[in-house]
């Protein structure tokens, strides 16, 4: 974020800068995307990983036996 407050900073000399909606979603964005790694557990997301596995593989035997 302070990259692209410096990149303002600098092309403000070249052009006008207006700092609109999009400025305000980059900060959304940012904290959206702290909040998500804040809240993000390798762990969990590896478990329900195999238990989808076991399920599918499950499920294909299931298919397979005859009737």
Do not use: C, N
């Not at 329900?48 to 499950?58: D, K, P």
């Amino acid at each position: 974020m302070v990259g692209v407050l410096v990149a303002l900073v600098k092309i403000a000399d070249y052009a006008t800068v207006i700092p609109g909606l999009a400025l305000f979603v980059l900060w959304a964005l940012v904290f959206i995307l702290a909040a998500m790694q804040a809240s993000f557990d390798p762990h969990q997301v590896w478990a329900r990983i195999e238990w989808a596995e076991h399920s599918a593989r499950r499920a294909d035997r299931m298919a397979e036996e005859p009737s």
